[in-house]
């Protein structure tokens, strides 16, 4: 199970906060483990990418329709990894209808949404958790707390500078190990590394 | 000069505010418009979309930076197009970096932008200027409000369920004169439409 792309969060029925993600990295990822055999269920939030072919894909809107779909395909899987960027802040009081211009300044609370990983490491069992940390500047320590606390058995460093580009230089985080850096010319290479990454946590746990 | 696409209002580093418009509407009429011989300049938000061939493109995140681009562009052209679906609310405070979703829950403003079209209206001249009114519903009084707040030649009404799609339903407006139905398979059909509804517009000027 791969997580991808953006999620929206609404404020009114027009306008939502989102981020820049395009979709690509969790693509690459779900094309790449097809390729190498895997049955993938790829969750995707909105994007102008198409699914690979030969990916069962899930399109998603919102953070927690992001969750419902991960949580089902989860069930069974050997492997999820959480590659979306969901939008974790969620504007309240949702809106009706699209409010002109001029009925602003309008003051807006937002909550935190969900955390699907988090989520989904209740009852985890022994299925691969791996996750990306969105870290300004290097971060390798946030990154680790993130990876104890949602219970992830790795995690992927990526730069906030990555986000909605074709590149990127990541680092590859497993506990008590030291990073593995990760710089790729392409998302491609990036989802193969990964991948390479990934194998011996789930021949671990035979 | 055709402006296309959302544009993004950041509340932080990664985070914004913006809407589903794919900047295909704008895109369509940039060709159409090129094909029938114009100079044209696309003032284009952030879109999947490449521009068409033929047309020069200026790259746009913000509303402020569209209506600098928009600016430029306008000066001197005889029609401008206000296809685009600029974010028309901004976030403040403008955070630096990421903070965690953990930060929240985060008390936000929502201040107006800058009314693109109306800026522009000031020292307009004889330069037409034909606007999109996106309505919830029918809406074809408050289009007609707008048209003649900005000071548009004429406005298009698009109905909401239309952002974001292939298709588009529409009614051409002109101050004093009835709305004219634009039914359209696709929004190429629709960006031809226009065009032959503008065309009057220009000629009436000489």
Redesign the interface.
Known sequence: VITAGPT?EH?D????????S?GRMGCELARAAARRGARVTLVIG?T?LKPPAGVRSVSVISTQEMLAAARVAAAGADLVIFAA?P???RPSPRLR??PP??A??????????P?IAATLARGKGDRVHVGFA???GRGEARAREKMARKRLDAIVLNG?EN?GTGGGHAAWLVADEQAVPLSTASKARLAGSLLRCIEPLLLDRE
């Open positions: 929206r404020l029925d027009v306008r939502f906060l989102s981020n820049a395009t909105p102008a960027a939008s974790d802040w209808g699209k211009r001029e602003g300044p309008f003051d807006l609370r937002l909550n935190p949404t955390d969105l870290e300004v906030v986000v």
